[in-house]
């Protein structure tokens, strides 16, 4: 199946509107510690992002005990991947062939986790703008129950914009427009959950509104609309902490309201 079409430049007017972005910069990050999961054995992560063009990894959510134990949502050498390490041994590496490769769109991803399927390949999907992906440099899938580290317990920290895990270190941080950030602690959702294709433009993938959803114990929802705290969580739960962050992170760039943007994929000289 084709890859849906992304926003372009300019605002689609009508339905829901998407107010604020995040601008990651690659130095800034929000965290929280988690508490007892609603079931640690399955996740939702959704967001749209307009992400750096790069061949540096630039994540979108993690989680995680230690060097050991730890999970990434993320792109690497511009592809979309999800990454993890139990007991320091590499038991997760799903990535996409797919390339992230237009600068000027945004792109909704999806990873729904949930251990408790029988068929492996069933037990992580990756989805971009509403559309399962199917072909993968790398499928190495989690053991049938292993835990999510993105709601597990309270001996996890979940990062929203950089790879990061609860013994405080940090790398590989995000750079980009973060948007209408979910994660869902309980359920393996499709995107469905999150966006519907345009009734006015044949094939365009846009958000919907998702206050309705139910988030769980470790779940939250960022729609950055508070530039004051940009960590609060429209759900309800615990606040995400801001490292590096501050009002004028705020954006009005959007999945509804996308800007212009130079192209770096494209060089000219004299």
């Given at each position: ?45 959704s967001l749209w992002v ?68 029988a068929t492996s390949s ?124 501050d009002a004028t992170d ?21």
């Amino acid at each position: 199946m084709p890859l849906a079409l992304v926003y372009p430049a300019n605002t689609l007017s009508g339905g829901f509107e998407v107010a604020n972005s995040c601008r990651f910069n690659g130095d800034a990050y929000l965290h929280k510690q988690l508490g007892t999961a609603t079931n640690n054995k399955k996740c939702t992560v959704s967001l749209w992002v307009k992400p750096q063009v790069s061949d540096t990894r630039n994540t979108f959510v993690s989680g995680g005990i230690d060097g050991d134990n730890y999970q990434k949502f993320r792109t690497a050498n511009d592809g979309f991947s999800f990454y993890g390490n139990h007991s320091g041994s590499n038991n997760l590496h799903v990535e996409c062939n797919r390339m992230l490769r237009d600068p000027a769109a945004f792109y909704h991803v999806v990873m729904a986790f949930d251990s408790t399927q029988a068929t492996s390949s069933n037990r992580i999907k990756l989805y971009v703008n509403g559309v399962q992906e199917t072909s993968f440099n790398n499928a190495t899938y989690p053991a049938e129950d292993a835990i999510c580290y993105f709601n597990s317990a309270s001996t996890s920290d979940i990062f929203v914009g950089a790879f990061g895990r609860q013994d405080d270190t940090i790398g590989e941080q995000g750079e980009g427009y973060f948007s209408e950030v979910c994660v869902i602690d309980g359920l393996a959702l499709t995107p469905t959950s999150f966006g519907e294709y345009s009734e006015t433009t044949p094939g365009l993938w846009k958000p919907i509104d998702v206050s309705g959803l139910t988030f769980g114990n470790n779940g939250f929802y960022l729609d950055f609309e508070d530039s004051s705290n940009l960590g609060n969580d429209v759900n309800g739960g615990t606040d995400l902490t801001a490292v590096s962050l501050d009002a004028t992170d705020q954006a009005t760039d959007t999945p509804t309201n996308n800007f212009c943007t130079l192209n770096p994929l494209f060089k000219s000289g004299a």
